[in-house]
């Protein structure tokens, strides 16, 4: 089955503490992106990778870094995560010509 | 540089009654358009798409959209609401590039769906 899995769904941490979601795929796509949704803003892009250790800035990176070492895991890493960074995080992946991305279930990060 | 609007960030109709959630874009290279669907407490999931083919396009749900390159715009339309088509719809524009790209989501449209 056509996987995107991310880990973990839930995470309550507080400001400072070093932080990595997982996200991993199995239907071999080159592409993988992370976006963050928050209320009234949609989906908003971190960080894509257009394949093994080729990442770019999206729309919203500050505070963000990502790894591309393999081709199914782009995990997510939040250094010194802040009260701005809580919301709701998705991974997605993209493969072939017509940009359909897949997404992941979520995680739901909060930073008190 | 693309862009996507979705007018209404909440729309309310009755059980039976038409769908019609609006979805204007911005790109300066032909688009590829998406609709996704979130229900609460999920991730989101892809309704329909339009690359280029066909103009009318029909998703999952029984939900469909057309493209109108003249007015720039995606509709996504369902004839006849159910109580679970309530949920989160966003509209979303991606440039043809041949190989993914980036994709720029609009704020979203909640629908409910009433007795």
């Known amino acids: 089955e056509a996987q995107v899995t991310q880990n973990p769904r839930y995470l309550i941490t507080v400001t400072g503490k070093k932080l990595t979601v997982t996200c991993s795929q199995n239907?071999?796509?080159?592409?993988m992106s992370w976006y963050r949704q928050d209320p009234g803003l949609g989906l908003r892009q971190i960080y894509y990778?257009?394949?093994?250790?080729?990442?770019d800035k999206g729309d919203v990176p500050e505070g963000y870094k990502v790894s591309r070492k393999e081709k199914r895991n782009f995990p997510l890493i939040l250094e010194s995560p802040s009260p701005n960074q809580t919301s709701l995080y998705f991974c997605?992946?993209?493969?072939?010509?017509?940009?359909?991305?897949?997404f992941g279930p979520g995680t739901r990060l909060t930073v008190l | 540089a693309q862009s996507v609007t979705q007018l209404g960030s909440h729309v309310s109709v009755s059980e039976g009654a038409l769908v019609l959630l609006r979805c204007n874009y911005s790109?300066?290279?032909?688009?590829?358009l998406f609709w996704y669907v979130q229900y609460p407490n999920q991730g989101l999931q892809l309704l329909l798409k339009?690359?280029?083919?066909?103009?009318l396009v029909k998703g999952i749900n029984g939900f469909e959209a057309e493209f109108k390159k003249s007015e720039t715009s995606f509709h996504l339309t369902k004839p006849s609401a159910h109580m679970s088509d309530a949920a989160e719809y966003f509209c979303?524009?991606?440039?043809?590039?041949?190989?993914?790209?980036?994709?720029?989501f609009g704020t979203g449209t909640r629908l409910q769906v009433t007795l």
């Open positions: 997605a992946t993209a493969g072939g010509s017509t940009d359909t991305q897949y």
């Open positions: 239907m071999n796509h080159e592409y």
């Open positions: 990778s257009m394949n093994v250790e080729v990442t």
């Open positions: 790109s300066s290279v032909p688009p590829y």
């Open positions: 339009y690359t280029s083919a066909a103009t």
């Open positions: 979303a524009v991606s440039g043809r590039g041949g190989t993914a790209s980036k994709l720029t």
